[in-house]
Structures are given as structure tokens and as C-alpha cells.
């Protein structure tokens, strides 16, 4: 009788790779629409080029369904509570993408009224450039988030938020005792922040 | 000789197939997954979504005034009375004894509009 080999008859795999299998292949984006990415992101989504074909078409408008999130187009530092509240409500686990220039870097728009980069208050995972990129341009960094949610461990995703809710209790508490606006708080922690070299506030 | 029931040993399986998959998808739905998915709780997450901003009004489950069902009421009410007088008044010439008949309705209706008016039921917000 030949011996049974346990390596022979058990397939062994971590539980990160199982569950960052699932993740990669079902995410569920949301659009964050402000500026003709936007557009661009429509095109992406509907039967041309089609995100489906890579386990997202599951598109949601609430942040309570959805765990991609797609910044798409010019932040505001008016907008950049309103982008923080809306990661904030996303669900767990989740991932940013941030689409064209003006949301990687502020892009032509140098401006005072204008967040130059919105890694700067929340945490970006994938940068996808142009002005605005092209659907086949988008759908790569959608691959490009895939391989990278299937490199990572799961403590790792866990503690990376935990983290944006800590920077969240600091604003919320900078805010009520200084009794400044939203903006102005955020203000506050990226100056606060520039002056000890960090450029994010989380 | 097969019991007599037999014939329906059949059936007794697919209800206890039944009964087992029901009760499995609510034991995996409510206990066993809810287990698995991350939870993390925070305030900034549970809060009334608004689009991002601060909710304006918070509370939407407050009473509100009836006002418009009692307002809808009485016009479905005088609709009604109208949607009467049309046939009457088509028929009125062979029919001459219902002129009193349909002047003691539409004052049983002028006692109601006047109870209605007195209560205030067409004030919009009182």
C-alpha cells in the first residue's frame, strides 16, 4: 500500500491570499465625480470598455455599499472634509483610486482654493495620471489595485484605516476646541503637518 | 404489505431538505458570515450620510402635521359631490321631484365644508 503524502493530498494556502482572492475580484466602486474624469469614468463603466469584465461592475452612489473609490477630478480644500467624511463611511475593507491629475497632485490647478493632492487627507493607493486618462488608462490601475490587494496582508488593510480614524478623532477634536470650520481644521493639521515634513494628515 | 403511508416518504425528505437548507442559510447569514466580515465600527461611519457634509436636520422621524391628508380628504370629498351634480343635472328635466333630494344633500355636504372651514382643515400650517 503506498504511503499517503499530507503534501500530496492537501493544497495549504494562506488566509490572506483566499480572502485578498475574493477582495481583488469583487470590488465594488464608488464615484467620487467632481470633474470630467468623471466622464471618462462613465465611458469606463458602461458596455465599451466595461469594468465588469474585471469584478467591479457593481457600481454604487453610496459610500455604505461600496469599497473602491474612485476620485475623480479636482478636490477643493472646501471639498476635502466632504471627501474625508465620505471614505470615512465607506465599507470595510476599502481602497482609493486616485484618478487624473488634479486629485493626484492638484494638477494645472495651483491654486489656494485647491487641494494639491488629495493623499494629503486621505489614503491613496493607486495614482492613475492624465488630464483627463483614458478608460483603458483607469481600468489599469483597477489591475494595477488588484495585484496590489493581493499582495497585501490583512492586518495590514485593518490598521491602514484605523489609522484615517484615528486622523479622523483628531480633526473632529481640533475642531470642537478651537471651534473652527471643517476646512479650516484640515487646514490646521496639513500646515501643522508641512511643518514637521509629513504632507498627509493621517 | 408497505405501510400505508409510504407513498409519501418522498415528501417527508424534501421537507426535511427544506427545513434543513432554510435553516442553514439563516444560521451561515445571521451568525456564521457576519462572523468573518471585518467589523470596525466608528462614529464618522454610522452617521446619517448627507453626501459628505454635516446633516442639516437631524431627527427625520418627528411628527408632522396631517394637514395635507385632511386637505386631500375633503377634496376627494367635493370631487365626489361635483362628479354627482354632473349626472343629475343631465337628467334634471325628466326627473323634476330630485331637485329637493339634491338640494338637502348638498346641504348635508354645506354642514360638513362649514364644520371643515370652522376647524381650520384649509389652513395649510396653523
Known sequence: MAELNINDAVMTTRLDAVVNWGRK?????????????????????????????????????????????????????????????????????????????????????????????????????????????????????????????????????????????????????????????????????????????????? | MAHPASPFLSVLILMLVAAVTAAAILVLSGWVLPMLKPNNPQEAKLRVYECGVPPVQTGARHKYSVKFYLTAMLFIL????????????VNFKHALWTFGAMLSFMATLLVGFIYAWGKGAFEWER
Request: net charge neutral; glycine share 6%; proline share 6%.
Open chain 2, 78 to 89: 367635493f370631487d365626489v359631490e361635483a362628479a354627482f351634480l354632473l349626472p343629475w343635472a
Open chain 1, 25 to 202: 475580484n469583487s470590488l465594488w466602486p464608488m464615484p467620487f465625480g467632481v470633474a470630467c474624469c468623471a466622464i471618462e469614468f462613465m465611458s469606463m463603466m458602461s458596455s465599451k470598455y466595461d469594468l465588469a469584465r474585471f469584478g467591479a461592475e457593481a457600481m454604487r452612489f453610496s459610500p455604505r455599499q461600496s469599497d473602491m473609490m474612485l476620485i475623480l477630478g479636482t478636490i477643493t480644500n472646501k471639498m476635502a472634509p466632504v471627501l474625508r467624511t465620505i471614505y470615512a463611511q465607506m465599507a470595510e475593507p476599502k481602497w482609493v483610486i486616485s484618478v487624473g491629475v488634479c486629485a493626484s497632485s492638484g494638477g494645472m490647478y495651483r491654486t489656494y482654493a485647491t487641494l494639491q493632492g488629495v493623499d494629503r487627507v486621505i489614503p491613496v493607493d493607486v495614482y492613475v495620471p492624465g488630464c483627463p486618462p483614458r478608460p483603458e488608462s483607469i481600468i489599469y490601475g483597477v489591475m494595477k489595485l488588484q495585484e496590489k490587494i493581493e499582495k497585501e496582508s490583512l492586518s495590514m488593510r485593518k490598521d491602514h484605516i484605523a489609522r484615517f480614524y484615528d486622523s479622523l478623532a483628531r480633526q473632529e477634536s481640533i475642531q470642537a476646541e478651537k471651534g473652527l470650520t471643517s476646512q479650516q481644521t484640515i487646514r490646521e493639521m496639513l500646515m501643522d503637518a508641512g511643518e514637521r515634513g509629513v504632507g498627509t494628515i493621517f
